[in-house]
């Protein structure tokens, strides 16, 4: 089982940034993917961004530009730069890990809050 830890979430006005921060339980050399997905009131859980074990990155149209994933092997982290955050992006962001086998873990969330 991977214990994943999710950090760094807030409230911030229009235009502000905000890091989030997953740290796993064990080492990221074992996951093929780790992502950010995000979940707002009344809406179901879509993919922010993910990064695989290459270091290839997709994300989602309406983040492109303005984030910016990345993972650390020595703190075995899984990182999301949100910058220019708009009111859109508030909703509770979760961290995702699937390792090789297809198994695939779930951070409990943390909220994001946009307002002015």
């Known amino acids: 089982q991977v214990q994943l830890v999710e950090s760094g979430g807030g409230s911030v006005q229009p235009g502000g940034s905000l890091r989030l921060s997953c740290a796993a339980s064990e080492t990221i050399f074992r996951f093929n993917l780790m992502g950010w997905y995000r979940q707002a009131p009344g809406k179901e859980r879509e993919l922010v961004a993910r990064i695989n074990s290459g270091g290839y990155t997709n994300y989602a149209d309406s983040v492109k530009g303005r984030f910016t994933i990345s993972r650390d092997s020595a703190k075995n982290t899984v990182d999301l730069q949100m910058n220019s955050l708009k009111t859109e992006d508030t909703a509770v962001y979760y961290c995702?890990?699937?390792?090789?086998?297809?198994?695939?873990?779930w951070g409990q969330g943390t909220q994001v809050t946009v307002s002015s």
């Open positions: 995702n890990v699937e390792r090789f086998t297809r198994a695939n873990y």
